[in-house]
């Protein structure tokens, strides 16, 4: 039987879609769904049954994963213990997911540099308005703002981070002044398209006030950071995005502050893995090194 085949079902399985697998496998979508079939024709049975959303196991599929997760175990063991690992640093593939704003503002730079420091080492950073999916094997590492419920997974906080009621100079100036909560009637705000949220920790205004009209809603916050700052009205955005934007304006300090969580989690099976251990403690030391920025705490010297 060919190793080649069996590693292909299990990328399959653990991915859920051809494309995705092939992706993961640095191949063709096309070499993914032939090698299936060679394996699925060997067996004599299916092990995928095609849906419209990708590809589950059968039954007996199901039965085969078990044991070629054992061979593949196996296998790393023994790859591991034959052959000396060359001192070449770090190398391959690490996926990412992450929130958008969170991503984009504080990891996509941070993680330039670490990706110049080991040039062998992929990098793929998924920022993105929406749930990145560790069960779905969508990304290696994944920074989320609920913690994984369940899962073979490695779980830590990551770091909290404050938001605030933001709103810009221009509009503050062209409305009257906000200095208690009931004067937030009447005003405009820019925030989530409530439908499409994908965490209930991004419902901030219910627990402040009910808007009574919005300029705009977005499924971003940097679109939401943009559409505050061009005067379109008022919006909690998280610190480490707005606070260094001389166009904006905190609105009611004292009163409009939230604080999230973000959580950071790998499967248990990666936490021996050289590249997957080395990037997880790297997120650890930005997070730490942002700290004073994620909380909007003033740096205070002696």
């Known amino acids: 039987m060919d190793w080649n085949n069996l590693r292909y079902f299990l990328e399959l399985s653990r991915a859920g879609t051809l494309m995705a697998a092939a992706?993961?496998?640095?191949?063709?979508?096309?070499?993914?769904?032939?090698?299936?079939?060679?394996?699925?024709?060997?067996l004599g049975s299916p092990l995928f049954a095609r849906e419209a959303g990708g590809h589950r196991l059968t039954e007996a599929g199901r039965r085969l994963q078990p044991q070629v997760e054992a061979m593949e175990r196996a296998f790393r063991t023994l790859e591991k213990s034959a052959?000396?690992?060359?001192?070449?640093?770090?190398?391959?593939?690490?996926?990412?997911?992450?929130?958008?704003?969170?991503?984009?503002?504080?990891?996509?730079?941070?993680?330039?540099?670490?990706?110049?420091?080991?040039?062998r080492l992929v990098i793929d950073?998924?920022?993105?308005?929406?749930?990145?999916?560790?069960?779905?094997?969508?990304?290696?590492i994944v920074i989320s703002l609920e913690r994984p419920a369940r899962g073979p997974v490695v779980v830590t906080k990551l770091t909290?981070?404050?938001?605030?009621?933001?709103?810009?100079?221009?509009?503050?100036?062209?409305?009257?002044?906000?200095?208690?909560?009931?004067?937030?009637?009447?005003?405009?705000?820019?925030?989530?398209?409530?439908?499409?949220?994908?965490?209930?920790?991004?419902?901030?205004?219910d627990e402040l006030y009910r808007p009574d009209a919005f300029s705009l809603r977005s499924t971003s916050v940097l679109a939401q950071h943009r559409a505050v700052a061009a005067d379109a009205g008022i919006?909690?955005?998280?610190?480490?995005?707005?606070?260094?934007?001389?166009?904006l304006q905190r609105?009611?300090?004292?009163?409009?502050?939230f604080t999230r969580t973000f959580w950071m989690s790998m499967p248990a099976?990666?936490?021996?893995?050289?590249?997957m251990q080395a990037v997880?403690?790297?997120?650890?030391?930005?997070?730490?090194?942002?700290r004073d920025a994620l909380l909007s705490t003033p740096v205070t010297t002696a």
Do not use: C, N
């Open 125 to 140: 950073l998924l920022a993105m308005p929406r749930l990145v999916h560790l069960s779905r094997r969508e990304a290696d």
């Open 235 to 247: 919006g909690v955005l998280p610190a480490f995005v707005a606070a260094g934007d001389a166009r």
């Open 160 to 205: 909290d981070y404050s938001l605030h009621l933001y709103a810009s100079r221009a509009y503050l100036r062209a409305h009257p002044p906000i200095r208690q909560r009931e004067d937030l009637k009447g005003h405009t705000f820019v925030s989530y398209v409530d439908d499409l949220l994908f965490s209930k920790e991004l419902q901030y205004l």
């Open 251 to 257: 609105v009611l300090p004292a009163q409009a502050s």
């Open 280 to 290: 997880w403690t790297f997120l650890r030391s930005v997070a730490e090194s942002r």
């Open 23 to 42: 992706r993961r496998l640095a191949v063709d979508h096309t070499t993914v769904a032939r090698r299936i079939q060679a394996l699925e024709k060997e």
């Open 83 to 119: 052959t000396p690992a060359p001192d070449e640093g770090l190398s391959g593939l690490v996926r990412v997911g992450a929130t958008e704003g969170f991503g984009t503002v504080v990891l996509a730079p941070a993680l330039a540099g670490f990706a110049r420091e080991h040039p």
């Open 269 to 275: 099976e990666a936490k021996q893995v050289g590249r």
